[in-house]
């Protein structure tokens, strides 16, 4: 649901004006730990965006999957958008 929602965020708002973008989806582990990253070179998210304190429905089921994975979640905003979610498996 987290990939989906983030998919759908990214194809509705990171390419506006642009005729093509990336987007990179990982997903590593290290011992009992997984990195999932969602990444792409759009025009990026505003910086005021908080995914812990938006209204927006999108982000906020984001933060709440994230916690019900006991994870956490950043998003990173150079060259685009970044979402790193970081949660023990």
């Known amino acids: 649901m987290i990939l989906n929602e983030l998919l759908t965020n990214i194809m509705k708002h990171a390419f506006i004006g642009r005729d093509n973008g990336a987007i990179t989806v990982s997903l590593s582990f290290k011992d009992k730990h997984a990195t999932f990253v969602v990444e ?10 908080n995914i812990a304190t938006s209204s927006g429905f999108g982000t906020q089921l984001i933060h709440v999957l994230g916690e019900q994975l006991e994870g956490t979640i950043r998003i990173e905003q150079e060259k685009g958008t970044r979402f790193v979610l970081e949660f023990e498996v």
């Open 40 to 49: 792409d070179n759009g025009v990026g998210i505003p910086k005021h965006i």
